[in-house]
Protein backbone atom coordinates (compact mmCIF):
# COMPACT_ATOMS: atom_id res chain seq x y z
CA UNK A 1 0.00 0.00 0.00
CA UNK A 2 1.35 3.44 -0.92
CA UNK A 3 0.86 4.81 2.50
CA UNK A 4 2.66 8.00 3.87
CA UNK A 5 4.09 8.32 0.31
CA UNK A 6 3.38 11.95 -0.59
CA UNK A 7 5.97 13.82 0.24
CA UNK A 8 9.33 12.09 1.51
CA UNK A 9 12.26 14.40 2.87
CA UNK A 10 15.87 13.36 4.12
CA UNK A 11 16.31 16.00 6.80
CA UNK A 12 13.89 18.63 8.92
CA UNK A 13 13.17 21.80 9.78
CA UNK A 14 11.95 23.53 13.02
CA UNK A 15 9.88 26.83 12.15
CA UNK A 16 10.16 29.49 15.03
CA UNK A 17 7.29 31.56 15.44
CA UNK A 18 8.01 35.83 15.33
CA UNK A 19 6.46 36.70 18.10
CA UNK A 20 5.63 40.54 18.07
CA UNK A 21 2.70 40.96 20.81
CA UNK A 22 3.78 41.76 24.41
CA UNK A 23 1.65 40.34 27.63
CA UNK A 24 1.15 43.55 30.45
CA UNK A 25 2.81 42.25 33.19
CA UNK A 26 1.04 42.80 36.81
CA UNK A 27 2.94 41.96 39.62
CA UNK A 28 0.55 41.49 42.24
CA UNK A 29 2.80 39.96 44.67
CA UNK A 30 4.32 37.93 42.24
CA UNK A 31 7.89 37.99 41.00
CA UNK A 32 10.60 35.94 38.99
CA UNK A 33 14.18 35.80 37.92
CA UNK A 34 14.65 37.09 34.63
CA UNK A 35 16.72 34.15 33.70
CA UNK A 36 14.46 31.68 35.06
CA UNK A 37 10.95 31.30 34.40
CA UNK A 38 7.75 29.40 35.72
CA UNK A 39 6.15 27.40 33.20
CA UNK A 40 2.56 25.20 33.55
CA UNK A 41 2.27 22.56 30.60
CA UNK A 42 -1.00 21.65 30.28
CA UNK A 43 -0.88 17.92 28.82
CA UNK A 44 1.82 15.47 29.71
CA UNK A 45 1.54 13.75 26.39
CA UNK A 46 4.31 13.75 24.00
CA UNK A 47 4.44 17.40 22.68
CA UNK A 48 3.60 18.16 26.63
CA UNK A 49 6.73 16.37 27.95
CA UNK A 50 8.90 17.57 24.47
CA UNK A 51 8.85 20.92 25.88
CA UNK A 52 8.78 20.79 29.51
CA UNK A 53 12.12 18.46 28.60
CA UNK A 54 13.68 21.36 26.74
CA UNK A 55 12.39 24.11 29.39
CA UNK A 56 13.96 22.17 32.31
CA UNK A 57 16.97 21.21 30.54
CA UNK A 58 17.47 24.74 30.25
CA UNK A 59 17.35 25.71 33.87
CA UNK A 60 13.37 26.92 34.03
CA UNK A 61 10.94 26.02 36.52
CA UNK A 62 8.38 23.72 34.56
CA UNK A 63 5.19 21.89 36.30
CA UNK A 64 3.16 19.75 34.14
CA UNK A 65 -0.21 19.40 34.84
CA UNK A 66 -2.02 16.21 33.30
CA UNK A 67 -5.49 15.40 33.61
CA UNK A 68 -5.37 11.64 33.11
CA UNK A 69 -3.39 9.39 36.09
CA UNK A 70 -0.60 8.80 33.74
CA UNK A 71 1.65 10.22 31.31
CA UNK A 72 1.77 9.68 27.62
CA UNK A 73 -1.89 10.81 26.87
CA UNK A 74 -2.38 9.55 23.03
CA UNK A 75 0.39 7.12 23.82
CA UNK A 76 -0.83 4.40 26.33
CA UNK A 77 0.51 1.02 26.48
CA UNK A 78 -1.39 -1.79 27.87
CA UNK A 79 0.67 -4.58 29.81
CA UNK A 80 -2.62 -6.79 30.48
CA UNK A 81 -0.55 -9.52 28.39
CA UNK A 82 2.73 -9.69 30.54
CA UNK A 83 4.17 -11.24 27.30
CA UNK A 84 2.91 -8.18 24.99
CA UNK A 85 2.69 -4.88 25.89
CA UNK A 86 -0.27 -3.38 23.17
CA UNK A 87 -0.50 0.15 22.21
CA UNK A 88 -4.02 1.50 22.68
CA UNK A 89 -2.77 4.85 20.98
CA UNK A 90 0.04 5.30 19.13
CA UNK A 91 1.71 2.07 17.87
CA UNK A 92 4.49 3.05 15.00
CA UNK A 93 6.96 5.16 14.19
CA UNK A 94 6.10 6.01 10.68
CA UNK A 95 9.03 6.18 8.65
CA UNK A 96 12.05 5.92 10.75
CA UNK A 97 14.34 7.06 8.54
CA UNK A 98 15.32 11.21 10.00
CA UNK A 99 13.11 10.93 11.92
CA UNK A 100 13.44 12.58 15.61
CA UNK A 101 12.11 9.71 17.24
CA UNK A 102 14.39 7.59 16.07
CA UNK A 103 17.22 9.27 17.91
CA UNK A 104 15.20 9.24 21.05
CA UNK A 105 14.82 5.46 21.17
CA UNK A 106 18.59 5.26 19.86
CA UNK A 107 19.73 6.94 23.32
CA UNK A 108 17.60 4.87 25.32
CA UNK A 109 18.37 1.58 23.10
CA UNK A 110 14.62 0.37 22.99
CA UNK A 111 14.40 -2.42 20.85
CA UNK A 112 11.84 -1.75 17.90
CA UNK A 113 10.08 -4.51 15.50
CA UNK A 114 9.55 -4.08 11.87
CA UNK A 115 6.28 -4.08 10.22
CA UNK A 116 6.01 -3.59 6.35
CA UNK A 117 3.24 -2.99 3.26
CA UNK A 118 5.00 -4.80 1.71
CA UNK A 119 4.15 -8.36 3.31
CA UNK A 120 0.44 -7.60 2.36
CA UNK A 121 -2.33 -9.98 1.46
CA UNK A 122 -6.41 -8.57 -0.01
CA UNK A 123 -8.92 -10.82 -0.08
CA UNK A 124 -11.78 -10.49 -1.81
CA UNK A 125 -15.59 -10.13 -0.48
CA UNK A 126 -15.69 -13.70 -0.42
CA UNK A 127 -12.17 -14.41 1.76
CA UNK A 128 -10.37 -15.18 -1.10
CA UNK A 129 -7.25 -13.45 -1.96
CA UNK A 130 -7.10 -11.86 -4.83
CA UNK A 131 -6.59 -12.85 -8.11
CA UNK A 132 -4.28 -11.88 -10.14
CA UNK A 133 -7.07 -10.14 -12.42
CA UNK A 134 -8.63 -8.70 -9.71
CA UNK A 135 -5.02 -7.46 -8.69
CA UNK A 136 -5.09 -5.50 -11.80
CA UNK A 137 -8.91 -4.12 -11.58
CA UNK A 138 -7.63 -2.95 -8.28
CA UNK A 139 -4.81 -1.41 -8.96
CA UNK A 140 -6.90 0.44 -12.11
CA UNK A 141 -9.53 1.67 -10.13
CA UNK A 142 -6.79 2.91 -7.52
CA UNK A 143 -5.28 5.30 -10.37
CA UNK A 144 -8.61 6.42 -11.66
CA UNK A 145 -8.92 7.20 -7.67
CA UNK A 146 -5.53 8.74 -7.43
CA UNK A 147 -5.62 10.58 -10.84
CA UNK A 148 -9.22 11.89 -9.61
CA UNK A 149 -7.96 13.35 -6.30
CA UNK A 150 -4.67 15.18 -8.07
CA UNK A 151 -7.46 16.49 -10.61
CA UNK A 152 -9.33 18.37 -7.61
CA UNK A 153 -5.90 19.39 -6.18
CA UNK A 154 -5.47 21.95 -9.13
CA UNK A 155 -8.77 23.58 -8.36
CA UNK A 156 -9.45 27.07 -6.56
CA UNK A 157 -12.46 25.39 -4.82
CA UNK A 158 -12.38 22.84 -2.14
CA UNK A 159 -14.28 19.41 -2.06
CA UNK A 160 -14.66 16.42 -0.36
CA UNK A 161 -13.32 13.12 -1.60
CA UNK A 162 -16.31 11.87 -1.53
CA UNK A 163 -17.74 14.20 -3.66
CA UNK A 164 -14.81 14.07 -6.26
CA UNK A 165 -14.39 10.13 -6.47
CA UNK A 166 -18.98 10.84 -7.36
CA UNK A 167 -18.51 10.73 -10.97
CA UNK A 168 -16.15 7.55 -10.53
CA UNK A 169 -18.05 5.29 -7.88
CA UNK A 170 -21.49 6.61 -9.78
CA UNK A 171 -20.60 4.45 -13.04
CA UNK A 172 -21.42 1.20 -11.31
CA UNK A 173 -24.17 -0.27 -9.29
CA UNK A 174 -23.66 -0.31 -5.41
CA UNK A 175 -23.52 -4.30 -5.15
CA UNK A 176 -20.80 -4.47 -7.47
CA UNK A 177 -17.14 -5.45 -7.37
CA UNK A 178 -15.86 -1.96 -8.33
CA UNK A 179 -17.79 -0.14 -6.63
CA UNK A 180 -16.57 -2.75 -3.37
CA UNK A 181 -12.92 -1.98 -4.44
CA UNK A 182 -13.41 1.75 -4.56
CA UNK A 183 -14.85 1.97 -0.78
CA UNK A 184 -11.95 -0.10 0.17
CA UNK A 185 -9.35 1.95 -1.33
CA UNK A 186 -11.27 5.18 0.06
CA UNK A 187 -11.30 3.73 3.57
CA UNK A 188 -7.78 1.60 3.50
CA UNK A 189 -5.80 3.84 2.02
CA UNK A 190 -7.08 7.01 3.18
CA UNK A 191 -9.67 6.75 5.82
CA UNK A 192 -7.08 4.76 8.31
CA UNK A 193 -4.81 6.92 7.49
CA UNK A 194 -5.78 10.30 8.25
CA UNK A 195 -9.15 8.81 10.44
CA UNK A 196 -11.61 11.12 8.82
CA UNK A 197 -14.42 9.97 6.80
CA UNK A 198 -14.64 10.50 2.52
CA UNK A 199 -17.04 13.12 3.01
CA UNK A 200 -15.70 15.20 5.18
CA UNK A 201 -11.89 15.06 4.07
CA UNK A 202 -10.18 18.00 2.01
CA UNK A 203 -9.32 16.47 -1.62
CA UNK A 204 -7.12 19.35 -1.67
CA UNK A 205 -5.20 19.17 1.56
CA UNK A 206 -6.14 15.71 2.79
CA UNK A 207 -2.61 14.68 2.34
CA UNK A 208 -0.48 18.02 2.80
CA UNK A 209 1.56 16.14 5.88
CA UNK A 210 5.25 15.46 4.62
CA UNK A 211 7.13 11.96 5.81
CA UNK A 212 9.66 9.86 6.49
CA UNK A 213 11.13 7.40 4.79
CA UNK A 214 11.46 3.43 5.68
CA UNK A 215 9.19 0.43 7.22
CA UNK A 216 7.03 1.54 10.09
CA UNK A 217 8.44 0.23 13.58
CA UNK A 218 6.95 -0.18 16.67
CA UNK A 219 8.69 -1.27 19.97
CA UNK A 220 8.69 -4.22 21.55
CA UNK A 221 8.05 -2.94 25.30
CA UNK A 222 5.88 -0.12 23.86
CA UNK A 223 5.46 3.01 22.98
CA UNK A 224 5.84 4.36 26.69
CA UNK A 225 9.33 4.11 26.76
CA UNK A 226 9.51 7.33 24.94
CA UNK A 227 6.98 9.23 27.42
CA UNK A 228 8.40 7.60 30.18
CA UNK A 229 12.48 8.66 28.74
CA UNK A 230 11.23 12.47 28.37
CA UNK A 231 9.30 12.38 31.64
CA UNK A 232 12.55 11.78 34.02
CA UNK A 233 13.15 15.00 36.30
CA UNK A 234 10.19 16.54 35.64
CA UNK A 235 7.81 17.52 37.93
CA UNK A 236 4.12 16.00 36.99
CA UNK A 237 0.99 16.78 38.84
CA UNK A 238 -1.20 13.51 37.53
CA UNK A 239 -5.21 13.57 38.15
CA UNK A 240 -5.51 17.81 37.86
CA UNK A 241 -7.97 18.23 35.45
CA UNK A 242 -8.20 22.00 33.99
CA UNK A 243 -11.44 23.59 33.95
CA UNK A 244 -9.44 27.50 32.99
CA UNK A 245 -6.47 29.24 32.02
CA UNK A 246 -6.79 32.82 33.15
CA UNK A 247 -3.99 34.44 30.38
CA UNK A 248 -4.55 38.18 30.38
CA UNK A 249 -2.68 39.22 33.02
CA UNK A 250 0.71 38.01 34.36
CA UNK A 251 0.84 35.60 36.17
CA UNK A 252 -1.17 33.18 34.13
CA UNK A 253 -3.31 31.29 36.55
CA UNK A 254 -4.02 27.68 35.38
CA UNK A 255 -7.30 26.74 37.71
CA UNK A 256 -8.00 22.79 38.02
CA UNK A 257 -10.23 20.63 39.73
CA UNK A 258 -8.38 20.49 42.58
CA UNK A 259 -5.76 23.59 43.15
CA UNK A 260 -4.59 26.69 40.72
CA UNK A 261 -0.97 27.32 39.28
CA UNK A 262 0.60 30.40 38.19
CA UNK A 263 3.25 31.12 35.61
CA UNK A 264 4.97 33.50 33.29
CA UNK A 265 3.67 31.45 30.59
CA UNK A 266 1.65 28.67 29.87
CA UNK A 267 1.93 25.83 26.92
CA UNK A 268 -1.30 24.17 26.18
CA UNK A 269 -1.31 20.94 24.59
CA UNK A 270 -4.64 19.70 25.22
CA UNK A 271 -5.72 17.60 22.18
CA UNK A 272 -7.81 19.24 18.81
CA UNK A 273 -11.12 17.08 20.47
CA UNK A 274 -10.80 18.55 23.81
CA UNK A 275 -10.19 22.64 22.21
CA UNK A 276 -13.49 21.84 20.00
CA UNK A 277 -15.64 20.41 23.25
CA UNK A 278 -14.68 23.72 25.16
CA UNK A 279 -13.81 21.83 28.29
CA UNK A 280 -11.12 24.20 29.46
CA UNK A 281 -11.98 27.80 29.78
CA UNK A 282 -10.16 30.70 28.46
CA UNK A 283 -10.64 33.97 30.15
CA UNK A 284 -10.26 36.52 28.35
CA UNK A 285 -11.91 34.14 25.52
CA UNK A 286 -9.14 33.13 22.92
CA UNK A 287 -9.04 35.40 19.78
CA UNK A 288 -11.34 35.03 16.74
CA UNK A 289 -8.14 33.60 14.58
CA UNK A 290 -7.45 30.61 17.06
CA UNK A 291 -11.37 29.73 17.90
CA UNK A 292 -11.46 29.44 13.86
CA UNK A 293 -8.93 27.32 13.62
CA UNK A 294 -10.33 24.92 16.06
CA UNK A 295 -13.46 24.74 14.80
CA UNK A 296 -11.95 24.69 10.83
CA UNK A 297 -10.05 21.91 11.75
CA UNK A 298 -11.35 17.84 12.29
CA UNK A 299 -10.43 15.33 14.60
CA UNK A 300 -11.10 11.69 13.11
CA UNK A 301 -10.89 8.50 14.96
CA UNK A 302 -9.18 5.29 14.51
CA UNK A 303 -9.89 2.67 16.89
CA UNK A 304 -8.52 -0.82 17.93
CA UNK A 305 -9.35 -4.27 18.57
CA UNK A 306 -6.72 -6.70 19.67
CA UNK A 307 -7.42 -10.19 19.33
CA UNK A 308 -5.52 -13.03 20.78
CA UNK A 309 -5.67 -16.50 19.78
CA UNK A 310 -4.14 -19.98 20.71
CA UNK A 311 -2.97 -20.59 17.45
CA UNK A 312 -2.28 -19.03 14.22
CA UNK A 313 -4.64 -19.54 11.49
CA UNK A 314 -3.45 -16.68 9.38
CA UNK A 315 -1.05 -16.31 6.72
CA UNK A 316 2.04 -16.71 9.31
CA UNK A 317 4.44 -14.82 6.86
CA UNK A 318 2.00 -11.32 6.38
CA UNK A 319 2.07 -8.19 8.65
CA UNK A 320 -0.72 -6.62 7.07
CA UNK A 321 -4.20 -8.75 6.42
CA UNK A 322 -6.75 -6.75 4.33
CA UNK A 323 -10.31 -7.30 3.24
CA UNK A 324 -12.60 -5.80 0.82
CA UNK A 325 -15.98 -5.79 2.95
CA UNK A 326 -19.23 -5.65 1.66
CA UNK A 327 -20.13 -2.86 3.96
CA UNK A 328 -18.09 0.11 3.78
CA UNK A 329 -15.26 0.43 6.38
CA UNK A 330 -15.70 -2.75 7.81
CA UNK A 331 -13.01 -4.55 9.31
CA UNK A 332 -11.11 -3.72 6.52
CA UNK A 333 -7.50 -3.36 7.97
CA UNK A 334 -5.86 -6.06 10.29
CA UNK A 335 -2.11 -6.42 11.13
CA UNK A 336 -0.28 -9.65 12.19
CA UNK A 337 1.77 -9.82 15.05
CA UNK A 338 3.11 -12.95 13.92
CA UNK A 339 6.11 -12.51 11.84
CA UNK A 340 7.54 -9.24 13.53
CA UNK A 341 6.72 -10.49 17.28
CA UNK A 342 6.41 -14.04 17.27
CA UNK A 343 3.01 -13.93 18.73
CA UNK A 344 -0.67 -15.19 17.92
CA UNK A 345 -2.30 -12.10 18.05
CA UNK A 346 -4.58 -10.04 15.32
CA UNK A 347 -5.17 -6.24 15.36
CA UNK A 348 -8.40 -5.20 13.46
CA UNK A 349 -9.07 -1.20 12.76
CA UNK A 350 -12.08 0.69 12.36
CA UNK A 351 -11.77 4.30 11.56
CA UNK A 352 -13.59 7.35 11.19
CA UNK A 353 -17.19 7.40 10.52
CA UNK A 354 -17.14 3.32 11.02
CA UNK A 355 -14.68 3.67 14.31
CA UNK A 356 -16.62 6.54 16.02
CA UNK A 357 -20.28 4.20 15.43
CA UNK A 358 -18.96 1.36 16.99
CA UNK A 359 -18.18 2.60 20.13
CA UNK A 360 -21.44 2.32 21.62
CA UNK A 361 -21.54 -1.80 20.98
CA UNK A 362 -20.41 -3.67 23.96
CA UNK A 363 -17.09 -5.47 23.89
CA UNK A 364 -19.30 -9.13 22.76
CA UNK A 365 -20.47 -7.11 20.10
CA UNK A 366 -17.29 -5.94 19.05
CA UNK A 367 -15.17 -9.29 18.71
CA UNK A 368 -18.60 -10.69 17.49
CA UNK A 369 -18.23 -8.64 14.52
CA UNK A 370 -14.48 -8.92 13.94
CA UNK A 371 -14.76 -12.95 14.07
CA UNK A 372 -17.58 -12.44 11.53
CA UNK A 373 -15.05 -11.18 9.11
CA UNK A 374 -12.30 -13.66 10.05
CA UNK A 375 -14.76 -16.72 9.50
CA UNK A 376 -15.26 -15.36 6.24
CA UNK A 377 -11.78 -14.89 5.04
CA UNK A 378 -10.13 -18.25 7.14
CA UNK A 379 -13.40 -20.69 7.78
CA UNK A 380 -16.04 -21.47 10.49
CA UNK A 381 -13.38 -24.00 12.25
CA UNK A 382 -11.08 -21.02 13.31
CA UNK A 383 -10.94 -20.59 16.89
CA UNK A 384 -12.45 -18.39 19.58
CA UNK A 385 -9.72 -14.92 21.08
CA UNK A 386 -8.77 -16.43 24.67
CA UNK A 387 -8.63 -12.63 24.78
CA UNK A 388 -9.05 -9.52 23.57
CA UNK A 389 -8.01 -5.77 23.81
CA UNK A 390 -10.72 -2.58 22.60
CA UNK A 391 -10.17 0.96 22.24
CA UNK A 392 -12.83 4.05 22.55
CA UNK A 393 -10.66 7.31 21.25
CA UNK A 394 -13.67 9.39 20.85
CA UNK A 395 -15.61 8.40 24.02
CA UNK A 396 -12.28 9.49 26.21
CA UNK A 397 -13.24 12.54 27.93
CA UNK A 398 -9.30 13.53 27.48
CA UNK A 399 -8.83 13.46 23.74
CA UNK A 400 -12.07 12.98 22.01
CA UNK A 401 -10.44 11.34 19.18
CA UNK A 402 -7.34 9.79 17.91
CA UNK A 403 -5.92 12.91 15.88
CA UNK A 404 -6.50 15.33 13.61
CA UNK A 405 -7.17 16.05 9.81
CA UNK A 406 -8.11 18.61 7.14
CA UNK A 407 -11.52 18.82 7.00
CA UNK A 408 -13.19 20.79 3.47
CA UNK A 409 -11.95 24.05 4.24
CA UNK A 410 -9.16 23.79 6.16
CA UNK A 411 -5.74 24.74 4.75
CA UNK A 412 -1.79 24.31 6.54
CA UNK A 413 -2.63 28.01 7.88
CA UNK A 414 -4.79 27.04 9.70
CA UNK A 415 -2.53 24.76 12.01
CA UNK A 416 -0.11 27.93 11.77
CA UNK A 417 -3.02 30.09 13.58
CA UNK A 418 -3.61 27.34 16.31
CA UNK A 419 0.20 26.87 16.83
CA UNK A 420 0.64 30.82 16.87
CA UNK A 421 1.54 31.99 20.39
CA UNK A 422 -0.68 34.89 22.40
CA UNK A 423 0.48 38.06 24.26
CA UNK A 424 4.20 36.07 24.81
CA UNK A 425 1.67 34.46 27.96
CA UNK A 426 0.29 31.86 25.91
CA UNK A 427 1.46 28.54 23.68
CA UNK A 428 0.20 26.21 21.59
CA UNK A 429 1.32 22.34 20.77
CA UNK A 430 0.70 19.11 19.80
CA UNK A 431 -0.21 17.12 17.22
CA UNK A 432 -2.87 19.27 15.42
CA UNK A 433 -0.56 22.36 15.47
CA UNK A 434 2.05 20.78 13.49
CA UNK A 435 1.17 22.11 9.80
CA UNK A 436 4.05 19.75 8.61
CA UNK A 437 3.33 16.40 10.37
CA UNK A 438 -0.25 16.84 12.03
CA UNK A 439 -1.34 13.12 12.95
CA UNK A 440 1.69 11.77 14.01
CA UNK A 441 3.63 11.13 17.06
CA UNK A 442 6.91 12.90 15.33
CA UNK A 443 4.92 15.69 14.61
CA UNK A 444 3.66 15.99 18.34
CA UNK A 445 7.11 16.04 19.54
CA UNK A 446 8.26 18.65 16.83
CA UNK A 447 5.18 21.17 18.07
CA UNK A 448 6.60 20.20 21.55
CA UNK A 449 10.29 20.84 20.85
CA UNK A 450 8.64 24.59 18.71
CA UNK A 451 6.74 25.60 21.47
CA UNK A 452 10.06 25.46 23.85
CA UNK A 453 11.83 27.30 21.27
CA UNK A 454 9.53 29.95 21.41
CA UNK A 455 10.14 30.59 25.17
CA UNK A 456 13.63 30.14 24.99
CA UNK A 457 13.46 33.13 22.38
CA UNK A 458 11.53 35.86 24.63
Same mark, same amino acid.
Given at each position: !????????????????????????????????? *??????????????? +??????????????????????????????????? !????????????????????????????? +?????????????????? *????????????????????????????? *???????????????????????????????????????????????????????????????????????????????????????????????????????????????????????????????????????????????????????????????????????????????? *??????????????????????????????????? !????????????????????????????????????????????????????????????????????????????????????????
Amino acid at each position: !MDRRNFLKIFGLTLMISVINSACRKEAQGYTAA *SNKKRIVIIGAGLSG +LAAAQELYRRGHEVVVVEARDRIGGRIWTSTQWAD !MPLDFGATWIHGPQGNPLTDLADQINAKR +LTTTYNKTVTHNTSGMPL *SEVEKVRMEDLRTQVVKALKKAQGKDDDA *SIRQVIKPLIDQFDESSEAHRFINFILNGTIEHEYSGSAEKLSAQWYDSAKAFDGDDVFFAQGFKVIPEFLAQGLQIELGQVVKEIEWERSPVRVITQKTEFIADHVVVTLPLGVLQAKSVRFSPELPHSKQNAIVKLGMGVLNKCYLRFPNVFWSADADWLEYVSEKHGEWTEWV *SFKQAANMPILLGFNAADRGRAIEVWSDKQIVESA !MQTLRTIYGGSIPEPIDYQITRWASDPFSLGSYSYNPVGATPKIRQELAAPLKKCLFFAGEASDKDYFGTTHGAYLSGLRVAQEILKL
